[in-house]
């Protein structure tokens, strides 16, 4: 974490909640606190397990988790 005021603070958690919101959120309509609580945690798995990421070379995030391991393992 960089000192308050440098833009680059927050930047992945921004542009995370900017695509929950974009591609989950505005689409469904809430009626209680619990109903949005797992339709987040529904998102969530989906975002990582399901969804490709052209950043990763088109994988998911826990495809990527698991070779970056791999990897380490290697390494080490």
Known sequence: MSRKGNC???????????TI???WLYRFKYSSTEQLSD???EYINWYNTKRIHSSLGYK???EMEIKLK????KVA
């Not at 680059?8 to 900017?18: L, M, Q, T």
């Not at 791999?70 to 393992?73: D, L, M, T, V």
């Open 8 to 18: 680059w603070d927050n930047a992945v958690a921004e542009s995370f909640f900017k």
């Open 21 to 23: 919101k974009y591609e």
């Open 39 to 41: 339709s987040i945690t």
């Open 60 to 62: 998911t995030p826990l």
């Open 70 to 73: 791999h990897i380490s393992k």
